[in-house]
């Protein structure tokens, strides 16, 4: 199934979805923040470690309910003496998610820059006989 991809979440973030409470993140990279714009609350995304760069079929990450979005621009200014001022606007988005499952990319959809990055990821299933 095709699902919006967050890439370089950080080991201990993933480890401590995988532990089942909502969890809330806040992303700055411009890849992350632009496959979040893309998506509404109520979704599933999949999350995983693998740098943008390096996400390839068969990388491991997981599936997670998207609990809440925002997305907002804040300014930070930086005064290094006194004639030098710097002031830049920053977008960050904040998600609150839920773990689903672990999961393993099919095949990248798209990953073009600007836009949104997809993936075909298998979300596996579980059958018991008894």
Do not use: W
């Amino acid at each position: 199934m095709k699902y919006a991809a967050l890439t370089g979440i950080s080991p201990p973030v993933i480890a401590e979805l995988k532990l089942g409470r909502p969890r809330t993140l806040e992303l700055h990279s411009a890849h992350n923040v632009i496959t979040l714009a893309s998506i509404e609350p109520d979704s599933f995304i999949y999350m995983t470690t693998t740098d943008y760069e390096d996400l390839t079929p068969g990388d491991q990450g997981i599936l997670v309910h998207v609990l809440g979005i925002s997305i907002s621009m804040s300014r930070v200014v930086e005064i290094s003496n006194p004639i030098f001022y710097e002031e830049r606007e920053r977008m960050a988005a904040r998600i609150q998610v839920r773990y689903i499952c672990t999961s393993t990319v099919k095949k990248i959809e798209q990953r073009t820059i600007g836009e949104p990055v997809l993936v075909d990821a298998v979300k596996p299933a579980l059958y018991c006989a008894g």
